[in-house]
């Protein structure tokens, strides 16, 4: 049992149980041939200032105190939602929205989604994951909502650590195989002794999912397609959720945590991670508008008609 109540449900979600074979995930090749190696350099890029300013900005905000006002802020409990739009009105919305955090792309996050999602096609994996691929990065549309103080920032510079970056459990002791490990000391949770040993506040095997993970874009949109009775299966909400989860996914923290069926969830991660990941270098521009007309199609597949919370 966990000891963190009013989590959303995990499930609603039909479907697959299933883990992808190890020879299926393979390591995906770039359009402009650079190296698995080359992705997320966290000591030199030239984006290095603004991705160091990002890391401490959330591993000084990101506390059990914080996530618990952002699941408030966040709330889609019953006329609690923010706005009221579909799908592609939410994208026309984030088409200004580039990632602070990220070292590998400054690009709009709608290019950077249709290039997961067409990767996902091209590679021939299912139209759920396809789907997920369009949609994994949405949750950054809570800057519409958010201002500087609590890290969530519209503007491209503004201060977005509320908003995107690798996550980690908070509520236990940050592992030092996350990214710029310095900053961990100016944690104030590590100053407290509910939450700086090794389990904090939860039990060992309490579940992944029972997890209160830094705030982010993939919480929210986890939570806000749960909400909207989404039937994308189990693997997918996955996805969305931990996609940014790396000390879990990549250095294999955690695994005291995890429950039955969450080795399964892992491998669907790892998986879809590549993508997320190694499409970033495509050069050539996406065609929106040509291929709309096929993710419509599957947005109708797994959402219901019509608008939807945000
Ligand atoms: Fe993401
Ligand atoms: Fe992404």
Redesign the pocket.
């Known amino acids: 049992m966990t000891k963190n109540a009013g989590h959303p449900a995990a499930e609603p979600c039909t479907g697959v149980t299933v883990a992808p074979a190890a020879d299926e995930i393979t390591s995906i090749k770039t359009a402009t041939g650079k190296n698995a190696s080359e992705f997320r350099n966290y000591t030199d890029s030239a984006l290095q200032m603004r991705v160091a300013a990002h890391y401490r900005g959330m591993r000084l905000n990101q506390t059990v105190d914080f996530h618990k006002r952002m699941e408030e802020k966040y709330s889609f409990a019953p006329e609690k939602h923010r706005a009221v739009m579909s799908i592609q009105e939410a994208f026309q919305a984030l088409e200004k929205y580039v990632d602070s955090s990220d070292p590998d792309i400054d690009q709009p996050?709608l290019t950077?989604?249709l290039q997961?999602a067409e990767g996902i096609r091209k590679a021939g994996h299912p139209d759920w994951m396809q789907l997920v691929g369009l949609l994994?990065?949405m949750g950054k549309i809570q800057f519409l909502w958010g201002d500087a103080a609590n890290g969530q920032k519209g503007t491209a510079h503004g201060p977005q650590w509320a908003l995107g970056g690798d996550t980690w459990v908070v509520g236990c002791a940050i592992p030092s195989s996350v990214v710029f490990p310095e900053f961990n000391a100016l944690n104030p949770d590590m100053q407290d002794a509910r939450y700086k040993s090794a389990d904090g506040i939860y039990e060992a095997g309490c579940g992944i999912e029972n997890l209160r993970w830094a705030w982010g874009h993939d919480e929210y949109m986890y939570r806000m397609l749960v909400a909207n009775k989404t039937t994308l299966p189990k693997a997918a909400l996955a996805m969305v959720r931990f996609?940014s989860a790396y000390p879990w996914h990549e250095k294999g923290e955690y695994a005291r945590f995890m429950g039955p069926g969450d080795e399964v969830l892992l491998h669907w991660v790892r998986l879809f991670n590549r993508f997320?990941l190694y499409t970033k270098d495509e050069e050539s521009a996406v065609d929106v508008e040509a291929l709309w007309p096929y993710y419509q199609k599957l947005i109708d597949k797994y959402l219901p008609p019509g608008r939807l919370r945000w």
């Open positions: 996050n950077h989604m997961t994994h990065d996609h997320d």
